[in-house]
């Protein structure tokens, strides 16, 4: 039998003790009964707060101070929480209850052999941790902690955290009784991190349970939790076990050990680590590869999602699992889909950040700085912030939106915002610099931009209409449809189209032609667009037929092909009979790359830029890749990304060039063009006539089969090319009906490894189906031969 009354080991506490030392206590001792590496220590039970409460006198005087207290009237609670706080940090604690802590304190001092070792003091809730409610953050922690005198301070104002303002308010709002709510400490050995962070093993911006999110920076986790700094992210597919998305942040601060007394500071990485150290990505692939791995096994142990504290010691090196407990704001998978927007609305982007909490907010901007001020909050204002404080719960409760400078999509901020179902945008670095007092704003945070006054309004009418329809076909397809391991995308020509397509079970647009955009909505040569000083009209129009199609599937990848006119075509346009040439064979004419790059054209393509541009940013459609057309040569490929590039599309992480292959150069050059590119679209029309000698339009040769990508000659040009983008990683994919006419097409381009199939819309489903059967032919295959 224990000899404390008061005290658990963490080695004699399991999951189910949530009641005896809260649910940071009971999370602890279930991870180190699973042999997860957990910094040593002890549990001081929600038993002993309660005795401390009734032995000093204090339930009567606290239940007297909270008497008819408004919750919502700022100024009332904060000077109530005040002084049922200073009531229980100058109460007298019970004598036996004392001896037992300091007891315990130096039983586990000889236990890791350190005289009064430094510990983290932490509070836990009762109610904390729970499946169906968030209390991260609510209490506090004190680190680097020492000393009987000073343990014995910290367990104190630990027991008052679940007095402050926050928290009262936090546990009106959830349906809490006051007093029905205990706190226990936890006392654990100190982690002196060198660099820490949080682990969500599911998405909490999408609700994916096949990803991972990862935030790390230098220093104590402090700073990642509390959204002091905006960390390094990572983003993993837990299936493949690869990086899906990163982001390596200007890291400016970091929290460490104060120099001297107890406790911590806040200080200048590029004082203390050096300049390199901000921009530095601060976890090496090997350390990443252990987190993942740690991750999905505590996942895996509590069989649902978690939410991970983690730190890596500054002298072991060794990585410490500091609390795990479940996710409570995982929602539904979220499709990324975002109100309709009226096709005239003009769009200013003041700012961008991380989407922390999807949705759209507008309201008028309320700048705060501190607790002091959240009064000013009043409902339906923009709160704006330089850091986010767990302080701030009852005004971000009242706002629209959120935008904070600093932070990650894991801190605090960004959980309670996800919690409370508002927007909120974290890391915008200057937002509290540009977006002024009473500025109307819209905050969408699905793609994480500002906009000036109060945009994105809804189509009431057609937003009602698409979810009766919409909500019902999507169920349907998600229930029906297969899962496959080849993408399957779809080609769009005709924006507007996209609302009738939108609900098909397509993984993104493969293909999106943007000569219907210049037929059907600018009408005119780009050219003589130039010449006459019209260039802004045909930007803003093919921006909008862009982002139509980019918002109505967005998060879901587009792939924009640039104009691919031939000059018999650009000649139809207003004012192409003026500046286009008349070739004998256009078809393998002054078309695609070699267009962009001449003199005679280069300034209609940089309207073309500048539209992908706009939409990309002052829109926040980042998933709009370029691809293009009738690449002959490295060398002009290289010209036209370097045209890109001073238009602002930086060939980066952030944005990828695709290109089509349908030259049968490309194919002799594959290996050159797979290393120069993000990904190849293989036209196989063309493909097929340029490789055959024979004219897709040509009615006698199709007759007798000259024109089929069947053909063998054509497949072992895919195959080149497709194996060729696979040794450097390169995606590969196919525009075209072949997939869907011919199933041993589709099973050939299946078997040769490529990446995705985009087919038009009417055979997007057949075609899932049918790769899904080939799928499933190939591993059945394998199966027998192993």
């Not at 606290?62 to 904060?78: A, G, I, P, S, T």
């Not at 000889?110 to 968030?134: F, Q």
């Not at 922390?356 to 912030?385: C, F, M, W, Y």
Request: proline share 3%; glycine share 8%.
């Amino acid at each position: 039998m224990s000899q404390y009354s008061y005290i658990k080991w963490f080695t004699e506490i399991q999951k189910e003790d949530v009641n005896v030392v809260g649910g940071k206590g009971a999370n602890l001792g279930e991870l180190t009964s699973m042999g997860v590496d957990v910094p040593p220590g002890f549990c001081v039970t929600a038993g002993a707060y309660d005795v401390f409460m009734k032995e000093a006198g204090l339930v009567d005087k606290v239940q007297e101070l909270m008497k008819d207290l408004d919750v919502e009237n700022v100024d009332d609670l904060q000077a109530v929480s005040g002084e049922v706080r200073d009531t229980i940090v100058n109460g007298e604690i019970y004598k036996p209850l004392e001896d037992e802590i300091i007891k315990a304190y130096a039983e586990f001092s000889k236990n890791i052999g350190i005289e009064d070792p430094e510990v983290a003091v932490r509070s836990s809730a009762t109610a904390e941790d729970l499946p169906d409610a968030s209390f991260a953050g609510q209490q506090d922690t004190y680190l680097h902690i020492h000393g009987d005198h000073e343990l014995m301070n910290h367990v104190r104002k630990c027991w008052a955290s679940l007095w402050t303002s926050r928290a009262i308010y936090y546990r009106e709002k959830q349906g809490y009784n006051h007093f029905d709510v205990s706190l226990s400490v936890v006392v654990q050995k100190m982690v002196n991190s060198e660099k820490s962070g949080v682990m969500f093993t599911a998405n909490p911006i999408n609700g994916n349970t096949n990803e991972m999110m990862i935030n790390a920076s230098w220093g104590l986790g402090e700073a990642v939790v509390s959204g002091t700094v905006t960390p390094d992210e990572y983003t993993i597919d837990k299936v493949e076990n690869t990086i899906v998305e990163k982001h390596i942040a200007e890291k400016n601060t970091m929290v460490v050990k104060k120099a001297s007394g107890v406790g911590t500071e806040e200080i200048s990485i590029a004082e203390s680590l050096g300049s390199d150290f901000v921009d530095k990505e601060c976890l090496t692939p090997k350390e990443l590869t252990i987190l993942i791995d740690q991750g999905q096994k505590i996942e895996q142990l509590y069989k649902k999602p978690q939410d991970i504290e983690w730190g890596i010691d500054r002298d072991t090196k060794h990585l410490y699992i500091l609390q795990s407990r479940p996710i409570t704001t995982l929602k539904k998978e979220d499709k990324g889909e975002v109100e309709a927007v009226e096709e005239k609305e003009e769009l200013k982007a003041l700012l961008r950040g991380l989407a922390a909490s999807p949705g759209i907010g507008r309201g008028v901007v309320r700048h705060i700085k501190d607790v002091n001020e959240i009064n000013k909050i009043q409902k339906g204002d923009i709160l704006v912030t330089g850091m986010t404080n767990p302080d701030m719960v009852p005004a971000m409760r009242k706002s629209a939106a959120v935008v904070t400078d600093e932070g990650g999509r894991t801190c605090h901020a960004a959980i309670v915002s996800r919690e409370l179902g508002i927007p909120c945008i974290v890391g915008s670095k200057n937002g509290t610099k540009i977006l002024k007092e009473d500025q109307k704003i819209t905050v969408d945070a699905t793609r994480g931009v500002v906009y000036e006054g109060h945009v994105l309004q809804e189509k009431e009418e057609a937003k009602t209409e698409n979810q009766a329809a919409g909500i019902a076909n999507e169920q349907f397809l998600k229930a029906v449809a297969p899962v496959t391991a080849t993408k399957i995308y779809m080609n769009l020509g005709e924006p507007s189209l996209i609302q009738r397509y939108k609900d098909l079970p397509f993984d993104g647009i493969g293909l999106m032609r943007t000569e219907f955009i210049f037929t059907n909505m600018i009408g005119a040569h780009p050219m003589y667009l130039v010449k006459t000083g019209q260039g802004q009209m045909m930007i803003d129009k093919l921006a909008e037929g862009i982002s139509t199609v980019a918002s109505a599937i967005y998060p879901r990848q587009i792939v924009v092909r640039m104009s691919d006119f031939r000059t018999n075509e650009f000649r139809g346009l207003k004012g192409g009979d003026e500046v286009e040439s008349i070739e004998a064979n256009p078809m393998i004419g002054w078309r695609g790359v070699s267009r962009y790059i001449s003199p005679e054209y280069e300034e209609g393509f940089r309207l073309e830029c500048r539209a992908m541009r706009k939409v990309r940013e002052e829109f926040g459609l980042t998933n709009v890749v370029a691809m293009l057309p009738f690449v002959r040569t490295p060398e002009e490929l290289k010209v036209v990304k370097g045209i890109m590039e001073e238009e602002g599309l930086k060939q980066g992480k952030d944005f990828k060039i695709w290109i089509m292959a349908e030259v049968p150069s490309v194919v002799f050059q594959a290996e050159e063009f797979a290393q120069l590119v993000d990904g190849f679209s293989i036209g196989s029309n063309d493909l097929t006539q340029l490789v055959m000698g024979a004219d897709r339009d040509n009615g006698v040769l199709n007759n007798m089969g000259y024109f089929d990508e069947r053909n063998e000659a054509v497949k072992r040009a895919i195959k080149i090319l497709v194996d060729s983008c696979n040794k450097y990683g390169t995606t590969c994919s196919i525009c075209g009906q072949g997939p869907s006419q011919y199933p041993e097409f589709a099973e050939f381009l299946v078997e040769a490894g490529i990446t995705s199939m985009s087919v038009n819309p009417d055979t997007v489903d057949y075609t899932r189906r049918l790769v899904a059967q080939v799928e499933q032919k190939m591993i059945l295959r394998k199966l027998r031969n192993l």
